[in-house]
């Protein structure tokens, strides 16, 4: 089954302490990103990937690290996580066609929480 | 700054009814402004737009963008409570970043039996 996939999917953490949430897609795709969905405030996207090993800041990158060294994974790293980073975070993969890459699959979130 | 402004926010129809969900934007080089549908869990994709005029159809679900007056709109026939969900609307540009997305707040629909 083509999907995104996300982990953990609930995460309750404490000020400071290093997390990883990862993200893997099994539909080859080249464009993958991350976001975050706050009350009020929507999807912003933190960063998003081309391709393999090339990755670019979305619009709120600050307190946030990703690498691409595969092209299925894409993991968020939060090195010192803060309370404003408790939020809904979404991964999403899409092919890159001429068309861009809007048609983006979403994975099934992972709710952080950080004290 | 590029912007994505949904109207409403929210909105509670009755099923049956016909709704137009709005969505208007100011973005440097557009390249396609998108329409996806979130549930309790991950937005699903319903329409990408391009050109000006041509109507994008789904089922009961139609859209249709304008890009001189700069605003799309989302159309849902008879509605049923299963369309009850926060509708999305989204831009992507061919700016600096070409992988940014930049989504609206949404528009909040409550279907009533």
């Known amino acids: 089954e083509a999907q995104v996939t996300q982990n953990p999917r609930y995460l309750i953490t404490v000020t400071g302490k290093k997390l990883t949430v990862t993200c893997s897609q099994n539909m080859n795709h080249e464009y993958m990103s991350w976001y975050r969905q706050d009350p009020g405030l929507g999807l912003r996207q933190i960063y998003y990937?081309?391709?393999?090993?090339?990755?670019d800041k979305g619009d709120v990158p600050e307190g946030y690290k990703v690498s691409r060294k595969e092209k299925r994974n894409f993991p968020l790293i939060l090195e010192s996580p803060s309370p404003n980073q408790t939020s809904l975070y979404f991964c999403?993969?899409?092919?890159?066609?001429?068309?861009?890459?809007?048609?983006?699959?979403f994975g099934p979130g992972t709710r952080l929480l950080v004290l | 700054e590029d912007k994505v402004v949904q109207s409403p926010l929210s909105l509670v129809v009755h099923e049956g009814d016909t709704v137009t969900l709005n969505c208007s934007y100011e973005?440097?080089?557009?390249?396609?402004l998108l329409w996806y549908k979130q549930e309790k869990k991950a937005p699903t994709f319903l329409f990408m737009l391009t050109s000006s005029g041509i109507e994008k159809k789904s089922g009961r679900l139609s859209s249709i963008l304008d890009k001189k007056e700069l605003f799309s709109i989302l159309n849902i026939t008879a509605t049923q409570t299963g369309d009850s969900a926060v509708y999305l609307c989204a831009v992507a540009s061919y700016g600096g970043s070409q992988g940014n997305l930049i989504f609206g707040k949404g528009t909040k629909l409550s279907v009533k039996p």
């Open positions: 999403a993969s899409a092919p890159l066609r001429t068309s861009g890459s809007e048609t983006q699959y």
């Open positions: 973005v440097t080089n557009f390249r396609s």
């Open positions: 990937s081309m391709n393999v090993e090339v990755t």
